[in-house]
């Protein structure tokens, strides 16, 4: 697989439920990033976890990074109608390296 | 919240023309770069930009590709002479500090097609 693979490819949950992706990646990261797109529109930045950090929490969103496994999930709790989207993992190579690298992305359905 | 802004929010040009990307980054960002989306397909880095130079392109980015900083704020993707496959969504964005541990702040794109 290619750095920054997304499973599922998508996702269909009802309102209410938690979604979960995960993230997979091969090369060795400075940070991992996670970014939501709503249809045809721009990238939002949602929340940015470091490779010295396990967890992190933004409001209904925790993310987790095994560095061993070269892996992430994205968790959103309580998820909402608006929450869908498509979600993109991100990854910002080690050794200064200019470019994120984005997976293929999950694509995510909250029926009401 | 301070934004990038992107214009045309669509463009439809003719193939072999050339067609100029706009972006407006975030005033006190440093780094700026173009991504680009084919439909249905990852998000691709094209190009980064730092102190007014190019500090990393992709193999995507040949000799059709170039960008400019004409002036303290704006930042532009130029395509030369374009071909069907260049049809996709083009992103701009910016950070204040590469590597630094902070997000970038992409746009709302530019989505060219080319006919």
């Known amino acids: 697989s290619q750095q920054g693979e997304e499973d599922p490819q998508a996702l269909s949950i009802q309102e209410g439920e938690n979604a979960t992706m995960n993230c997979s990646y091969k090369t060795s990261i400075n940070n991992l990033q996670w970014y939501r797109q709503n249809s045809g529109r721009g990238l939002v930045h949602l929340i940015l976890i470091r490779s010295n950090e396990r967890e992190k929490h933004s409001g209904r969103l925790r993310v987790t990074l095994d560095t061993s496994k070269k892996s992430s999930s994205l968790l959103i709790t309580a998820s909402r109608a608006a929450d869908t989207a498509s979600y993109f993992c991100a990854t910002a190579p080690e050794g200064g390296a200019q470019k994120l690298v984005f997976g293929q992305g999950t694509r995510l359905t909250i029926n009401p | 919240e301070p934004e990038v802004t992107q214009t045309p929010s669509h463009q439809v040009t003719q193939m072999g023309q050339e067609v100029i990307l706009r972006c407006v980054p975030i005033?006190?960002?440093?780094?700026f770069y173009w991504y680009r989306q084919i439909l249905g397909q990852k998000v691709e880095f094209l190009v980064s930009f730092y102190n007014n130079e190019i500090s990393e392109k992709s193999e995507i980015f040949d000799d059709q590709f170039s960008v400019e900083r004409p002036d303290g704020s704006n930042f532009t993707l130029k395509i030369r002479s374009t071909k069907l496959e260049d049809s996709a969504m083009y992103f701009c964005?910016?950070?204040?500090?590469?590597?630094?541990?902070?997000?970038?702040?992409f746009g709302s794109g530019t989505r060219l097609t080319v006919v």
């Open positions: 005033s006190n960002h440093l780094y």
């Open positions: 964005a910016s950070t204040f500090l590469q590597g630094s541990n902070y997000g970038y702040t």
